[in-house]
């Protein structure tokens, strides 16, 4: 997938993130953008840690909601689909 511009991408990925609800498992098709997404997250390989099984969307920081990668170890991880745009 490419964007023209970066603020192309995020609206892009908020619009994925808010059709789904709170709690819900990312599709098989959008897992796939998020992970390329994710690989260009500042902190991907912390991110990412041992894995990943599947993404879901969940509330974050200050009741917002944000995507989050949840891994084979049972542990989970959110993160900023900003940031893996701009790198910040």
Do not use: Q
């Amino acid at each position: 997938m490419h964007f023209v511009k970066r603020g192309d991408a995020v609206a892009y990925l908020n619009a994925m993130l808010h059709r789904y609800d709170l709690g819900d498992k990312v599709s098989a098709n959008d897992a796939v953008v998020l992970r390329a997404a994710l690989d260009r997250h500042p902190d991907a390989g912390m991110k990412i840690g041992c894995g990943i099984t599947h993404f879901s969307v969940r509330t974050a920081d200050f009741g917002t909601r944000c995507f989050w990668v949840n891994r084979p170890d049972g542990t989970t991880e959110k993160f900023s689909h900003t940031a893996c745009v701009y790198g910040t």
